[in-house]
């Protein structure tokens, strides 16, 4: 019994069940000893020998590239004996199948290739998640050290406590996605759109003036306050309703929520007033849809984090739209989840 040491070792047998051979993975590629060549294609040990020496002497490959000395454990009687044996590559070992056995050396290379793809795959995978997750771990910190300075140092105000807060739970739900991207984690189901729950422009209409009212009665609007700029609000409602042969484009209640809230901020519906009555159209959609508590009965969103996504919003880029998408609908999840 020949047992190598280190290195991933993976079996191959030949399309015939003729063979078994223990084959080592490692450096990016394949390593069999000249016993194992021997074995693989039916061939005397000399025989092997010798085509190896013509391959090196011929210039045809470099020996130090090609060959590698790998301790094994052989049973030699009673007792185990630990060994250095001369293991040789993949392009080693096709060179001598070329010459002894096209047929078997075509079937190990078509065999090699496919292994040694999905075994630099999976390594590629694992690697990266642990830099993305180092990367995550770090930039949590990073955040929190963020928030921590400026809470000590009084350097921001409630509502900058509120998007901190928000930038702060983003940065952990990232581990949540390579962990559902990876199948460790349960996807939370959308809430689906049912008819009913739909904001219509005469509903919308109705809260606006509510809010309206209210605002300046305590001196907290102008005159200005809900002046719409022509349709624009009926055509943002209709927006977050479109369809695409048939398919509805935001496919769920959060989705159409999200996006609501961002048309309305950025697309500025109205002459004043568009991040307030942003949030009320918002967590008014939420309400129909029986999102603005989760399966606790606790609220999902408190005041400040709403305040904190209109502030987003409004002071994003274009090109960040997914990321704001992302950052509302991470906080239509429920926190324990």
């Known amino acids: 019994m020949t047992t190598m040491l280190g290195?991933?070792?993976?079996?191959?047998?030949?399309?015939?069940?003729?063979?078994?051979?223990?084959?080592?993975?490692?450096?990016?590629?394949v390593w069999l000893s000249l016993a194992q060549i021997a074995d693989l294609f039916d061939r005397d040990k000399s025989v092997i020998s010798r085509h190896l020496r013509n391959v090196f002497t011929s210039g045809e490959l470099e020996r130090e590239a090609t060959v590698a000395k790998y301790a094994t454990v052989q049973q030699e009687g009673d007792r185990e004996v630990i060994r250095e044996?001369?293991?040789?590559?993949?392009?080693?070992?096709?060179?001598?199948?070329?010459?002894?056995?096209?047929?078997?050396?075509?079937?190990?290379r078509i065999w090699a290739t496919r292994t040694l793809r999905e075994h630099l795959l999976a390594g590629?995978?694992?690697?990266?998640?642990?830099?993305?997750?180092?990367?995550?771990?770090?930039?949590?910190?990073?955040?929190?050290?963020?928030?921590?300075?400026?809470?000590?140092h009084a350097l921001v105000t409630d509502e900058g406590q509120a998007v901190l807060q928000v930038i702060q739970r983003y940065a952990r739900s990232w581990r949540w996605l390579i962990e559902y991207d990876e199948?460790?984690?349960?996807?939370?189901?959308?809430?689906p759109v049912t008819p009913g729950t739909l904001l219509g422009l005469d509903e919308a209409h109705i809260a606006i003036a509510a809010l309206r009212s209210a605002l300046l009665a305590r001196g907290e609007a102008s005159p200005l306050f809900g002046q719409e700029r022509g349709r624009a609000l009926a055509g943002i409602l209709g927006a977050i309703e479109q369809?695409?042969?048939?398919?509805?484009?935001y496919p769920s209640a959060q989705e159409q929520a999200a996006h609501l809230l961002y048309f309305l901020v950025k697309d500025?519906?109205?002459?004043?007033?568009?991040?307030?009555?942003?949030?009320?159209?918002?967590?008014?959609?939420l309400r129909r849809?029986?999102?603005?508590?989760?399966?606790?009965?606790?609220?999902?969103?408190?005041?400040?984090?709403?305040?904190?996504?209109t502030l987003l919003i409004a002071e994003s880029q274009p090109r960040h739209k997914d990321l704001i998408i992302r950052l509302v609908l991470n906080l239509l999840e429920d926190e324990d989840r």
């Open 243 to 249: 369809t695409f042969d048939g398919t509805l484009l």
């Open 289 to 309: 849809n029986d999102l603005l508590l989760d399966a606790n009965a606790r609220p999902r969103l408190a005041d400040s984090a709403v305040v904190a996504l």
């Open 268 to 285: 500025h519906p109205f002459v004043d007033g568009n991040k307030r009555i942003g949030a009320l159209l918002f967590l008014e959609y």
């Open 7 to 29: 290195g991933e070792i993976v079996v191959y047998e030949a399309s015939d069940g003729a063979v078994q051979v223990a084959v080592r993975l490692e450096q990016d590629t």
């Open 183 to 191: 199948d460790r984690l349960a996807q939370t189901p959308a809430q």
């Open 124 to 152: 590629f995978t694992l690697n990266e998640r642990r830099l993305a997750e180092r990367g995550l771990g770090e930039m949590e910190q990073a955040v929190a050290l963020l928030a921590q300075t400026l809470s000590a």
């Open 85 to 108: 044996i001369e293991y040789f590559n993949l392009d080693a070992i096709l060179s001598v199948g070329y010459r002894v056995n096209s047929k078997r050396g075509t079937q190990f």
